[in-house]
């Protein structure tokens, strides 16, 4: 048996550059792991909470005095405002999972794609606290399709009877973990040092006969 030739013609195959992971990648992998996992939570406690707070919230400001039409329509925007949130929070905490895993096996899409989540994530968490610990200074009123200082001064308080601590303490706490660790991210992932280690994973070797 004769062992078969390379044609010496053509361009030899993609060669992976063996190099070692630097630090700014590794951390920032794990750094988005944990941001995925903190976000997970905070996510699916605001999806837990976000039905009891609307319920309450409904009956609070209608024991306040405020009309129930315009109890529900201002309930109904709140319900659309947190799930929303929530949502979207959800969404971006598993791509976090996903990208942390292609960042640590070096994927350059997988490094771009971290750095749109983790901009996007920290705009959402801006939102989210929005909603949640700060919600009270929301004019929920223009839900009810009017501006009435009348109405929004029950439907904040209303807002935050209803807005349990432990929902203010838990998603707060974890948003503020998970927007310095997303900075975090994109403070390693755009150091050059990482671009370089990226760049540099794949290196094509060919020769051109006619030169």
């Known amino acids: 048996m004769f062992e078969r030739l ?12 063996p190099r070692q992971r630097p630090p700014t990648v590794a951390v920032a992998g794990v750094v988005l792991y944990g941001g995925g996992a903190a976000g997970l939570v905070a996510a699916l406690a605001l999806l837990v909470g976000a039905g009891p707070v609307v319920g309450d919230f409904r009956d609070t400001a209608v024991a306040l ?6 109890a529900s329509d201002v309930a109904g925007a709140m319900r659309t405002a947190l799930l ?13 999972l996903v990208l942390a895993r292609g960042v640590l096996r070096r994927s350059e899409p997988a490094r771009v794609g971290a750095l749109v989540v983790a901009a996007a994530s920290l705009g959402c968490s801006i939102v989210r606290t929005s909603v949640t610990a700060f919600g009270n200074g929301v004019d929920w009123s223009l839900a009810a399709g009017r501006r009435d200082p009348l ?12 807005m349990p601590g432990w929902l203010v303490g838990l998603g707060g706490g974890l948003t503020d973990l998970q927007s310095l660790g997303y900075i975090a991210v994109i403070v390693l992932l755009i150091a050059p040092l990482s671009r370089e280690y990226f760049r540099s994973r794949v290196e094509w070797y060919a020769t ?3 030169e």
């Not at 013609?9 to 060669?15: D, N, R, S």
């Not at 005095?65 to 315009?70: N, T």
């Not at 929303?84 to 976090?96: E, F, I, N, R």
């Open 208 to 210: 051109d006969p006619m």
């Open 6 to 17: 390379s044609d010496p013609t053509k361009p030899t195959a993609p060669v992976l550059v």
């Open 65 to 70: 005095g405020v009309d129930p039409v315009d």
């Open 84 to 96: 929303s949130s929530a949502t979207g929070a959800l969404a971006l905490a598993v791509l976090s």
């Open 151 to 162: 109405l929004a001064g029950p439907v904040a308080q209303a807002f935050g009877d209803a």
